[in-house]
């Protein structure tokens, strides 16, 4: 046991715990008012261990265990802190690690055809070993029981272009009873790939979990990275990763306004909306050469520059969105039909949305103030003292609305970044000949929510773990209790209100 | 309800003209560009090192560039100082074949006569048969296509651009190009992402249920060719793993006038513009 | 005696032997089939009876003279003779289709007595309908109710049956009451029992009194027929009953309400006020909107099937209550119109249900259950039976070119002649009635698709359904004759639509058959000229043309190479297909029940079991409420069993107080006599 790191960072601590005294850590540390960041698990050998990282007001807490490889048994968290259910879960498929005690510990990450007993992010497990399938897997669900109560299952392949999961509905006929998630169809073994791979390489690994939030992804990478090797990010660099992360949520809370029309048939308002998502992704490649601000990001800072023209570019494209935009809004909330639907629909009340970890638009929609620029400020936002924006109905419509209020901020942010850009160099100096070896967190808010990343760096410059927690897989669990008491005509609003990404959550 | 009709009115129209006239993208980081007066070996070396994906290999007397592989990701041009290596803002880069996205780069030496390429023919593939069989299969859906996307493991970006079409900017449906959710009404399959694990047997049972005649197109770096991802415990390595792939568009994401273009080529509206090319460079 | 007569008598006869073979005959297998041969033989005379009836060839002649009750006899009218033409093709098929139906019985109940009440129950059907003299009318009546109710309580081991039983003994009996009390007051006023009589004098009864008998005869032959509110007998007593008795029952006996609603309005009670006309028409309309809506949450098809004949009652009322809406208004065209509708939709109710009901037979010889939720895919293991079936549901549905199509269009028709009627009452009366059997039609779809569906389409969603199988042709054969006949009734509407002015002439006050239908165009009218018209005829030649080109020219223009490639169902990439994806019959009406929510009182609830958070499994129940039975019959039962609790204590249980009861009953009677004599 005892402490196995070397240098601890500021705004990170680490505290080692025996399994037996995890429970009560984790109480202590949830009545200071901790909220869970992410749970890692990583193979070290000579044991496997797992973290319990908590947000607390001057950074992130992480509570370690170390479990022997030949039974790594511990008891679950999840009873009593609900956030945990899908993490643990996780690393009882991943890893083999048992939490005991787990009210449902079913397959989540690797489907039930993946044989037993074969745990792909142990060291000794080959990434490029395809076991054969098990023919007898079936998919443990939650059935009604009830005369007249049947299911529908409900993807992958879904009616539309939409990213691949499974929805097994158990309905009556119109009400959705419980609604039974099937994801990590689009499970890519992204974190095996991390393994040993160069970390300039792991920038373009970190940017393909989630194209649509790869500034996001990328820059909660490079941040672990620079804080595990203490490099420093010039300002100018912090200014345009900021700049262009509000671009990124400009377009991502667009597409959730462009779904939510298609959902309602409204064909103008979805093709108005559509138009003004364009027009930013066409600002995205005509500032950094790639629609969704690819190749932005580099260890140390960016590789792209704001140059005088793309920056006079850019104003003046916000100078001629920002009334369209604000105009379509208006009559959006202005549309009764389109209001009637999502109103009142897909509640998620504050209470479940803290118990069960809720994170970003569907957090802040629920009345939960959370936005990590504003409560562990990155990159640019220290200076730039934002709030997050609430709102407390807790149904579709907040989430809307929440969306569409940011929508305004970020332009007011990106005009302020791009108009006081300071000058200097784009990439941090190289420190020294090696890099050091360390490990760290690094977080950014993406548009669905905060995105939490840890790694280890060997001596040799490569990556020796990297944990990936997007806002999706925190998120998804909360879609089937929001669901609940719906009808199957206000699918499609739920989950565009929540909207979230498959990929993401898979990794 | 009127209030939106009178400001799509006022909105204009945005749509592309394309086929007629593509659009310009300017800034736009398409494809990577060979120079061979500029371009030497040690640059395409120089290059391999830094790619992400492998796109780009090379060793002493043959590089190979990849466009299957390539994540678009702009690191080659940036290795290289004089400007062999650059990336051109092209869209049109869907191809019947696989073989015609390589851009094979041999090494000159003085005086020699021409060096072999190790392991492959000199002679591209048979183009012409490819595109008369595909002809006549979409003969008869030249004007009217209905797509069935199946994602297989993409990283979203895919889905993004493809339900881009949609929008006026593109709107397929002036093409007479429409989405379907049923593949029993489906002639196109358009497929993103490396096909993950889970996802091989419903796309597998996605490709069953469509009526004959039907074409994939595999839609994006990871779908051509695995990309970044590769084959692993996760992921097959590419659509034309699982299922046989008429139109190959890579990107990462491709650009929805990628898409068009490669929609196009399917039913032969459009010439296909990238060939598999053997390029001299000194070493 | 004439040809009608001979045939008529002769069919009585058979019936009486067939009665009395179980017990003259040894063998079991002899006495099933002798007996529902006899039956079969029997009905097939009365046929060309009940035709020639209607052509004209009319008897009577007397049967009995009782002192006090008059002379009694059977008379065959056009009307009667309908009735017994209509009682003639449904019995022969019911009689060829028991023998092989009731093997699924083996040797549990008593065939004999299934053979003896059956012939007795179309025995006393036919003296019901031929009767002319009110006491033996009742008598026959009566004798009517007990076959019934011992038919329906055939399999009198099982509870719910034997409840069910009781429950259509006890509102039979009520209706009797009424019957009597209607009978006693005609006699009364016109001094006899005879029908002739009541025909000459009942026109000038004295308004108030021809309206309680009005309202008699209609709770009692309304409860017969299943009116709303006297509707709670029929979805228990039918699916208790054997298939083949539930058949008899619905194509052969409820018709013998409707006979007495015809014979009493219009043959004995004269002009009729408006009122009379209204009463009827939103009574018909809310009985058949009442059936359709109730039907739709059943889960087993027979009880559906017995709603959808509750919803069927309530379209012939509203044909009636136009009649009497004619009448009231002195326009004899619609009461022509309302009285051909009403037979019409009657005569072909009769065979489609007739048909309906075999086919519940078969399924549950073929394949063991009724149940909807168990059943599936038996368009595959059944198709005979699923073609049949569908024939039934078709015209059930008023899907055109069936008879059903060509009653229930008669039926809106004459609902829009509204504006011709005097007063505003009457036309919103009609507007109403209009509107809700449109509402009932389009509902009346759903449930056949429903029914349908869920039943024969998709796949089986239990081990029975699997295994299901045709079963033998001596069943299946009958019920392609009643399909046939269903669809004969659309593609012959001119030539029914004659026959049927004929049968109601005398009501009617003519034969306005020549204003219904269009000879040139082979097309339907509701009597006025000025209006629309429709032909069934038409339809059945233009469709099957229409479909046929459109097949021909898909096989013309289709790729030479056309190779079929078989392929799992589409359930989006899930690879999963089985039972539990399938839609139940109850998740199939749940919008309904949503939707209709405070008419069902339909309420929900869904409980966790396990962590609230993490349930392992849920559990859901739902709920609709019967209104009529809650709020009409639970309070009405609850006060009659409180009264009856009351009178207990008059039972002391000694034989002596009986007879002091006797005794002191006996003198008041003389009391009350002799004060009234003098």
Known sequence: ?507 | MLGWIVRGIRSGIVTTRYPRRPDAMPGYRGRPVLHPGRCRMADLRAAAEVCPTGAITANEGHARLDLSLCIQCGRCADAVANGSITMAPDFEVAVRDRRALVVDVVSERNGDGPAELPSSDHASPTIEPVRKMLGERMATLKRSLHIRHVDAGSDGSEEYEIHALTNPYYDIHRLGIFFTATPRHADVLMVTGPVTRPMELALRATYDAMPDPRIVIAVGTSACSGGIFGSSYATLGGVDKVLPVDIYVPGSPPSPFALLHALLLATDRVAQRLLHQVVRVPS | MSATAVLFTAALLLYALGALAGWLLPGRDAERRVSFALAALGSILLIPAGLLAVGGATFSYAVANWSGFGLAGFRMDQLAGFFVFLSGLVGTAISVYSPAYLGRYGQRYSLRAMGAFFNLLLLTVMVILVADNAFLFLVAWEAMSVAMYLLIVYEYDRPEVSNAAYLVLSITKVAAATLIAAFLLLFATTGDFSFATFHIHGPQIPPAIRSAIFVLVLIGFGAKVAMVPLHVWLPEGYPAAPSNITAALAGIVLNTGFYGLYRVYFDFLGDPPSWWGILVLLIGAITALTGIVYGLTQDDLKRFVAYSSIEHVGIMLIGLGVALLGAANHLPLLVGAGLIASTFHLFQHAISKALLFTGAGDLEVGAGTTDMGKLGGLSKTMPWTAAVFLVGSLSLAAMPPFGGFASEWLTFEVLMQGFRLGTVSERIAMALAGALLALTAGLAVLGFVKVVGITFLGIGRSQQADTARDPSRSMLIPGTFLAALALAAGVGAPWLVSFLGLAVAQQAGGNFAGDVVVWPNLALQPAFGDFSSASPTELAVALPIFFGVAIALILRLRARDYRERAVPVWTSGSLEYGPDVTYTPMAYSNPMRVIFATFYRFSRSTSAVGNPHFPTSLEYRSEVVLLVERHLYQPLTRLVLATSAVFRRLQAGYLSLYLLYLLLVLIAILAAYSAIVH
Not at chain 1, 12 to 40: F, K, M
Not at chain 1, 89 to 106: A, M, N, Q, T, Y
Not at chain 1, 367 to 375: A, E, K, L, Q
Not at chain 1, 477 to 501: K, M, N, R
């Open chain 1, 1 to 507: 046991m005892g402490v196995v790191f070397d240098a601890t960072l500021p705004e990170e601590s680490y505290r080692s715990v025996q399994p037996g005294a995890l429970l009560d850590a984790v109480q202590e540390l949830h009545q200071t008012g901790a909220r869970l960041a992410t749970v890692v698990g990583e193979d070290r050998g000579h044991a496997l261990a797992v973290m319990f990282a908590f947000w607390q007001a001057e950074g992130i807490t992480a509570l370690e265990i170390e479990l022997p490889r030949d039974e790594p048994v511990y008891p679950a968290v999840t009873p009593s802190l609900h956030a945990a259910q899908w993490y643990e879960r996780e690393l009882h498929d991943l890893f083999g690690i048992v939490p005991e005690g787990h009210p449902w510990l079913k397959r989540l990450a690797l489907h039930p055809d993946w044989p037993a007993g074969l745990h792909p992010l142990r060291d000794n497990f080959d990434g490029r070993e395809q076991p054969a399938k098990n023919p007898n897997g079936r998919w443990d669900r939650v059935r009604v029981e009830a005369e007249g109560a049947f299911e529908i299952p409900y993807g992958p392949v879904r009616s539309g272009v939409f990213e691949s999961a499974q929805f097994v509905v158990e309905t009556g006929g119109e009400d959705i009873l419980h609604l039974n998630l099937h994801m990590f169809y689009k499970h890519r073994g992204i974190e095996k790939l991390f393994h040993e791979a160069p970390i300039e390489q792991g920038v373009s690994l970190a940017e393909h979990v989630s194209g649509p939030d790869l500034i996001a992804h990328s820059t909660a990478y490079c941040q672990a990275v620079e804080r595990a090797m203490g490099m420093a990010v010039p300002e100018r660099a912090s200014a345009i990763r900021s700049l262009s992360q509000e671009l990124e949520r400009i377009y991502n809370h667009l597409d959730v306004v462009v779904r939510e029309c298609e959902a309602a048939s409204l064909i103008v308002a979805q093709a108005q909306f559509a138009m003004l998502k364009e027009r930013i992704l066409r600002l995205n490649a005509l500032l950094s050469g790639s629609r969704f601000l690819r190749g932005v990001n580099c260890v140390g800072g960016v590789r792209r520059d704001l140059v005088d023209d793309a920056r006079r570019a850019l104003l003046a494209e916000l100078k001629a969105f920002e009334p369209t935009f604000r105009d379509r809004r208006a009559a959006l909330l202005g549309t009764n039909s389109f209001i009637d639907r999502i109103v009142a629909t897909a509640r998620l009340p504050y209470d479940t949305a803290v118990a069960f970890g809720a994170v970003g638009p569907v957090a802040r929609g629920s009345g939960v103030s959370v936005d990590v620029r504003s409560d562990h400020p990155y990159a640019a936002y220290p200076g730039l003292s934002l709030e997050p924006i609430t709102y407390h109905d807790c149904d579709a419509m907040a989430r809307v609305q929440v969306r569409l209020d940011e929508i305004e901020e970020s332009i007011r942010l990106i005009r302020h970044l791009a108009e006081s850009l300071p000058e200097g160099p784009l990439v941090a100096p190289a420190n020294g000949s090696t890099p050091a070896p360390g490990h760290a967190f690094g977080w950014a808010e993406s548009a669905k929510g905060e995105v939490v990343y840890w790694v280890r760096i060997t001596p040799d410059g490569r990556v020796s773990r990297c944990k990936v927690r997007s806002a999706s897989f925190a998120n998804w669990p909360l879609f089937d209790i929001a669901s609940v008491g719906t009808v199957l005509t206000d699918f499609g609003f739920s989950e565009h209100s929540f909207g979230l990404s498959q990929a993401a959550c898979d990794v």
